[in-house]
């Protein structure tokens, strides 16, 4: 059988390809220090201009598509996100609502998928789609106050049930949960594709994390400016893709007032999830699995990639949206069969989000209320990366010289689920990855 053969669990098994390179395209541009970042931070967002983002918006800019956060809450009143955050809610069931950010790592997510970079703010890969928040609980707000310890999966499922299209996730736990795994489960059932980041603790046991472990949703792994994935970057067979994610800029504090460079699978996550939506905005009749499977099929890979491989550090490769909505690479094939697992899904066959009847509380497509931001400052970690595009561990051009490169998003989320006879006890260890 081949190396592709389906697990246990539904995903399909990687080749152990270690380093294996990954046919890669990136500009030269300068590193960044992780420290505060220029007025403009559209500046410092050198993936935009690694990926080809200007030629990319001249055919789609990821209008009519929606995408749900589902982090630390986001902020609607960034000059980056006016007009741009739909009505969410607030899983944690803690003090505020979605529009409180508390670290400030779900807004800058945002801005990082649909920004207008109004204001110096960030721009987004895809800045004409929506996005609707929802909060969940890290572990040191979980610590600080009374939360909803099934907030995840409530998350999930309440996005699930919204207009949103994508729904994306930066938190990472090292925990298995069942009620997660059957809200991803009926995310695919709607038509959804989900996002999450592979997580940042390679380098400290590379234990796997959830949600991204879960079959159903997309890995995604953490690339450097020089093309490679970072090695803080989680591997192993449950990958699915690349993306950048190192020294991006986002914000600081809690004050949204400056950005920080900073790194993590949260970025590389996001990107993805703006790279979906970018190609959904111009196939609008195409399902999830279309859509996915274009990414996949039109992913940077090295020229020693054997067909029909994946590897553990990257997946399928690089995200490369441009590589698909410019020269038409990956194809949408089956749009009922998902190409993660093999199997049938559900969801409408036009790729539209079928109609939901919203859950109590979780209303969408309305403009967000004002805000009173919270947040936190990112890590701010330097990075450093095994070589994937060359055995100089610098970036290489493909054969039809298309734009590869590695991005890289912070995912977190924790939590421990102990059912004992006297009841359900929660021990939280949730974290953003960015």
Not at 25 to 30: E, I, R
Not at 69 to 78: A, L, Q, S, Y
Not at 183 to 203: C, I, P, R, S, T
Request: aromatic share 4%.
């Amino acid at each position: 059988m081949t190396a592709r053969m389906i697990e246990s669990g539904g995903r399909l098994r990687r080749a152990l390809l270690g380093t294996t390179a990954i046919a890669v395209l990136t500009t030269s541009l300068v590193g960044l220090a992780p420290t505060a970042v220029a007025a403009d931070a559209r500046s410092q967002q050198w993936y935009l201009d690694a990926m080809g983002a200007e030629d990319i918006w001249k055919k789609t800019t990821g209008k009519g598509i929606t995408v749900a956060v589902i982090d630390t809450g986001v902020d609607p009143d960034t000059p980056s996100l006016k007009g741009k955050v739909l009505k969410g809610w607030d899983a944690s069931e803690s003090k505020g609502d979605e529009t409180d950010d508390y670290t400030g790592h779900g807004t800058t997510l945002a801005e990082v998928i649909v920004g207008s970079g109004a204001g110096g703010g960030l721009r987004g890969l895809a800045p004409d789609a929506k996005v609707i928040p929802y909060r969940i609980a890290d572990t040191e707000r979980q610590n600080e106050q009374s939360v909803n310890a099934f907030d995840m999966a409530e998350a999930i499922k309440a996005a699930a049930d919204s207009d949103a299209r994508i729904i994306n996730i930066s938190m990472a736990s090292d925990y298995y949960l069942e009620e997660a795994r059957e809200a991803v489960q009926y995310a695919l059932g709607k038509g959804k594709l989900v996002f999450a980041g592979a997580g940042n603790n390679a380098e400290k046991g590379n234990k796997k994390q959830y949600p991204a472990s879960y079959p159903e949703v997309v890995a995604v792994a953490a690339t450097t400016q020089d093309g490679v994935v970072a090695d803080y970057s989680q591997h192993g067979e449950t990958i699915d893709l690349a993306a950048p994610g190192s020294k991006i800029p986002g914000y600081c504090d809690k004050t949204l007032q400056k950005y920080c460079v900073d790194s993590g699978t949260s970025f590389s996550s996001a990107i993805a999830s703006a790279s979906a939506a970018l190609i959904w905005s111009a196939h609008p009749d195409w399902t999830g699995n279309q859509v996915l499977r274009a990414m996949l099929e039109s992913a940077g890979r090295g020229d020693d990639w054997k067909p029909g491989t994946v590897s553990t550090k990257a997946g399928h490769g690089v995200v490369r949206p441009n590589a698909h909505i410019n020269r038409g690479i990956g194809k949408p094939g089956d749009p009922n069969i998902s190409p993660l697992t093999n199997m049938p899904t559900g969801g409408s066959a036009d790729g539209t989000a079928p109609s939901a009847t919203a859950s109590a509380g979780t209303p969408s497509g309305s403009a967000a209320p004002s805000a009173t931001a919270s947040t936190q400052a990112p890590d701010g970690k330097q990075t450093s990366g095994a070589p994937v595009a060359g055995s100089n561990g610098s970036a290489s051009e493909d054969a039809d010289g298309g734009s590869g490169t590695g991005l890289v998003i912070g995912v977190a989320a924790a939590v421990v689920v102990v059912v004992a006879a006297a009841g359900v006890v929660i021990a939280r260890r949730r974290r953003a990855t960015a």
